[in-house]
């Protein structure tokens, strides 16, 4: 059962243009979402998050909106630029608390292709 | 800034033998760490959570006598595949949140590419 799905596996998008990457939830408890960024053989590194409080987060070149109500949220990065070529996973934990042993569930990402 | 190390990053072993994964949190303390595994194409997979000082928490369909996890201070928690087979070749990595930082994000190591021959 994928409780966090991306449904387009890759996407390609010209350099300074939008790039728009979509995920979509089924856990209506999920209340903390992530964008992580992932290069091969790599680890996968923090971009940016949003807490269910809130519909927009914006950092940057990068900007994550939050439709709780479609249990959808999306990246959005622009200018998109040749290094942001990399697989992007966006990852959804449920229960605010300080105690950090809260798990991630990651979708099956998207890989994204900036066109030079 | 916190950065999460983990050793080896690449391992060829034969079937039947055992490997040890380590994962380090370099300049934080985690109380809680997380193993996951990830197959070609496919999504980071939760295998285990790590806590410090006692038993890991396992996921559903995941053996905890296959793979063992020892958490043994703040800073080091430790994978083990125990007699390892073709079908445990993947891609592991271990992540850490600061200890008592609720929902900041998780640092994850470079990952560890497990190849059982």
């Known amino acids: 059962d994928q409780q966090v799905k991306q449904n387009s596996p890759s996407l390609s998008v010209q350099e300074g243009r939008i790039s728009i990457l979509n995920c979509d939830y089924t856990n209506s408890m999920f209340d903390y979402f992530l964008w992580y960024k992932k290069y091969p053989a790599e680890g996968p590194t923090f971009l940016i998050s949003i807490s269910s409080i809130k519909d927009k987060n914006e950092d940057g070149r990068f900007t994550v909106f939050l439709n709780k109500s479609a249990k959808h949220l999306s990246l959005h990065i622009v200018p998109s630029q040749p290094g942001d070529s990399a697989v992007y996973f966006c990852?959804?934990?449920?229960?605010?608390?300080?105690?950090?042993?809260?798990?991630?569930?990651f979708g099956t990402g998207t890989r994204l292709t900036i066109i030079p | 800034g916190a950065v999460v190390s983990q050793h080896p990053s690449r391992v060829i072993c034969k079937s039947g033998t055992s490997v040890k994964i380590e994962c380090r949190s370099l300049d934080f303390q985690a109380t809680t760490m997380f193993w996951y595994r990830q197959f070609p194409k496919q999504s980071l997979m939760l295998m285990a959570t790590s806590n410090e000082g006692s038993k890991a928490t396992y996921e559903q369909g995941v053996e905890k006598d296959k793979f063992l996890i020892n958490h043994a201070s703040l800073t080091l928690s430790t994978l083990t595949v125990t007699s390892a087979h073709p079908e445990d070749s993947s891609f592991y990595i271990c992540?850490?949140?600061?200890?008592?930082?609720?929902?900041?994000?998780?640092?994850f190591g470079n990952g560890t590419r497990l190849t059982v021959t």
């Open positions: 992540s850490a949140r600061l200890r008592g930082a609720g929902n900041s994000p998780l640092h």
């Open positions: 990852a959804a934990s449920e229960g605010q608390s300080n105690f950090g042993n809260e798990k991630l569930t």
